[in-house]
């Protein structure tokens, strides 16, 4: 059964001046990889109509986060994040909740995310969400010749 969203979050699109404290967020909960620009995947989800980051702020500072966006068919999310700090306060389940309206105000009716399958944590958070496992296999290219990344 999912978490009752935080009463205290307050969750909208960020603006120009939080792409640096968002991606701060995501550096200190360990999202980003030296193989994905954090500022250019935000520059990105900003400008195309599909995709937006949402944050979620208390007390004005931003303490969670989400990049959610949608193929035209189903809808992803990336970049999950809750301050380390902020921690079970039902931010992550609120952030969460704000993606899916986000996807359902634009007729997506399916959201899915990928897990690295060591990250038994975040896994048992999705549980809690009543996200169910889906058995398949992911397949990756880097359409610029580098080589693969895990």
């Known amino acids: 059964m999912s978490p009752p969203p935080a009463t205290s979050l307050s969750i ?8 640096a404290p968002v991606i701060a967020l995501w550096q200190r909960c ?20 599909n995709a937006d980051v949402l944050a979620g702020r208390d007390a004005g500072k ?13 809808g992803w999310v990336y970049y999950v994040a809750v ?21 359902r105000r634009r007729g997506i009716g399916k959201l899915q995310l990928m ?6 944590q975040v896994q048992a958070f999705y549980d809690s ?10 397949y990756a290219k880097w359409l ?6 895990p």
Request: hydrophobic share 35%; charged share 35%; net charge negative.
């Open 30 to 49: 360990g999202l980003t990889r030296p193989w994905n620009d954090p500022t250019a995947d935000i520059a990105r989800a900003r400008r195309e109509p």
């Open 129 to 138: 969400l009543d996200y169910d496992e889906q058995e398949r296999v992911v």
């Open 83 to 103: 301050d380390p700090d902020c921690r079970h306060k039902g931010y992550g389940g609120a952030i969460m909740a704000a993606a899916e309206d986000w996807l």
């Open 12 to 19: 909208a699109p960020i603006e120009d001046a939080d792409v």
């Open 115 to 120: 897990v690295r399958p060591d990250n038994k």
């Open 144 to 149: 610029d010749g580098r080589e693969p990344t």
């Open 62 to 74: 931003i303490v969670a986060s989400v990049l959610v966006g949608h193929d035209g068919h189903r």
